[in-house]
């Protein structure tokens, strides 16, 4: 089965809802600048986890969620 990670709204403004599929919790989820600077870091403990993006500039990014020797990047937005 292939994980996905939904991130909505994407564009965001000020916070990201991250879907994730039971097979990624406990799973890490990192905000990383396309430069690949990392922002911040949570754990997938729930389907559904908020992450404020209020700080951030507009602009590109992407979260990468890495469990086990699994990872899945998936790029968002962040408008102002």
Known sequence: ???HLTVVPNPAATSIAILLP??????TLELLSTTGALLATIE???SQ???DVSA????HYLLR???GDEMIIT???VER
């Open 56 to 59: 951030l500039n507009a602009g």
């Open 65 to 67: 969620l890495t469990k």
């Open 44 to 46: 997938a403990t729930t």
């Open 49 to 51: 986890q908020e992450m």
């Open 1 to 3: 089965e292939e994980v």
């Open 75 to 77: 790029p968002f937005v």
């Open 22 to 27: 039971d097979a990624a919790l406990g799973g």
